[in-house]
Nanobody
Framework: QVQLIESGGRLVQPGGSLKLTCIVS????????MAWFRRTPGKEREVVAR????????YYADSVKGRFTISRDNAKNTVWLQMNSLKPEDTARYYC??????WGQGTQVTVSS
């Protein structure tokens, strides 16, 4: 059974930082491209960041470039999203996604004072 379990989301003030964690089981993690998506009610889902199976290459949405960092540890079947300088518009439910098709349940990030 494939499982992607996200954690780390919470309420944080603007300018603050959060680190999201996704632990994956049930698939050969080190062969999958991993990504973080986010969804906000009334908006299209957005790919926030993506990292290759080896970790050698990554992609960031323009809206988060320079503020967010995606990383992975294949020995731990884990992918992270470090989020700095958070803005209210970063408020969303964040999802860990494997191969652009296998989704976790998500973790809520709320940026508000």
């Amino acid at each position: 059974q494939v499982q992607l379990i996200e954690s780390g989301g919470r309420l944080v003030q603007p300018g603050g930082s959060l680190k999201l964690t996704c632990i994956v089981s049930g698939l050969t993690f080190n062969t999958f491209t991993m990504a973080w998506f986010r969804r906000t009610p009334g908006k299209e889902r957005e790919v926030v960041a993506r990292i290759s199976w080896s970790g050698d290459s990554s992609y960031y949405a323009d809206s988060v470039k320079g503020r967010f960092t995606i990383s992975r540890d294949n020995a731990k079947n884990t992918v992270w999203l470090q989020m700095n300088s958070l803005k209210p518009e970063d408020t969303a439910r964040y999802y860990c996604v494997a191969d652009a098709r296998i989704w976790g349940q998500g973790t809520q990030v709320t940026v508000s004072s």
